[in-house]
């Protein structure tokens, strides 16, 4: 016994090497695509902060501006520079604030977490009931009223959402701010029932079938034909066999959410890493930008690998890294 379970742990380190290893390789080549991109985007961030002030630069003026902040040097340089400064927890100054980009999104964050938090749960209080109960009320009129009523909200874009929102709650009953000034849950409230509209659309369908899945699997039918309470056998096998697909399709929004969402966040007013992210593109603020991209790809990365983490210990059946000799 000791022996296997040696073996089984040995997997388990071979299987979060390989996928850290992965990791770092997937963030070299995005934050290198990104800077090739941004470098090909034809436009310069001088002349577009010299355009908003107004004010006209003489050549020499304006070739100066872009030494002191590297742009006259090849893009792999650049790349490189960036990198090693990255290496050492730097990740640069705003072109636009001159403040250091991480102190700028340490300050986002915690906007940024209160809506993810709030989100997620009030999607999966709305997605999770009403996916469970289209699955136990196959082609009955409740789930189709779910389905047709999950089609709809899954049409509707997120911004059309907010509008609509904002005009209903905000305007109409006078329950939420329309503009979210504080980080509370009354300011938040709006913006991520929002956010939970929409993905609760897309999200009720796919429990309806990682249900039915499970439902329709040989050990459940032999748990029923032992005569175990229906309410039992949903919940303590059907549930919790499907709960490791579950986790790997929120996980996935989990990971969106702390990227920020910009158009929500830029209708509301939501001063989180979404808005931060939109104004930087606005104003060419390349370092913020680079920032950005580098915190959504951590992010999505990081959130799958601990999905699938999850997922191994809740499911022995997902084997980590290991072969039917090693179990």
């Known amino acids: 016994m000791w022996v296997m379970h040696k073996k089984r742990f040995s997997g388990f380190r071979k299987y979060v090497f390989r996928h850290l290893l992965r990791l770092l390789f997937l963030l070299a080549g995005i934050t ?22 107004g004010t006209v630069l003489s050549q020499e003026l ?18 490189l520079s960036w990198l090693g400064n990255l290496c050492r ?24 977490l209160l809506l993810t938090g709030v989100s997620m ?27 047709v009523c999950s089609f709809v909200g899954s049409s509707l874009p997120n911004f059309f959402l907010a509008l609509l929102f904002l005009y209903v709650f905000s305007i109409r009953l006078n329950m939420f701010p329309v503009i979210s000034r504080e980080k ?13 509209g929409a993905m609760s659309s897309r ?26 309470p229906f309410r039992r056998i949903l919940w303590n096998s059907v549930f919790r066999g499907a709960l490791p697909s579950l986790i790997a399709l929120f996980s996935l929004s989990f ?41 959504m790809a951590v992010i999505y990365t990081g959130v799958n690998l601990v999905a699938d983490l999850v997922s191994g210990i809740l499911d022995p059946r997902i084997r980590l890294g ?6």
């Open 255 to 295: 990971g969106s959410l702390l990227g920020g969402t910009a158009i929500v966040e830029s209708i509301f007013m939501w001063d989180g890493v979404g808005k931060l992210a939109v104004d930087a593109m606005k104003m060419r603020d390349y370092p913020v930008i680079q920032a950005y991209v580098l915190w």
């Open 322 to 327: 290991g072969t039917a000799d090693e179990d």
């Open 32 to 53: 290198f695509l990104s800077f090739v991109m941004m470098g090909l985007a034809g436009s310069d961030v001088v002349l577009q902060q010299m355009e908003g002030r």
């Open 62 to 79: 304006i070739d100066q501006a872009r030494a002191e902040l590297g742009l006259d040097r090849p893009m792999i340089l650049q790349y």
């Open 203 to 228: 999200y009720i369908s796919q429990v309806r079938a990682a249900v039915l899945d499970e439902f329709g699997k040989e050990y459940i039918t032999g748990i029923m034909a032992r005569g175990v």
């Open 184 to 196: 509370n849950l009354e300011s938040v409230m709006l913006p991520a029932l929002t956010l939970a």
């Open 89 to 112: 927890g730097d990740l640069g100054t705003s072109y636009v604030s001159g403040q250091g980009v991480f102190s700028v999104f340490v300050s986002k964050l915690p906007a940024t």
């Open 121 to 147: 749960a009030l999607t999966m209080v709305i997605s999770v009931p009403l996916g469970i109960l289209a699955a136990v009320k196959k082609n009955r009129f409740v789930d189709q009223l779910i389905r």
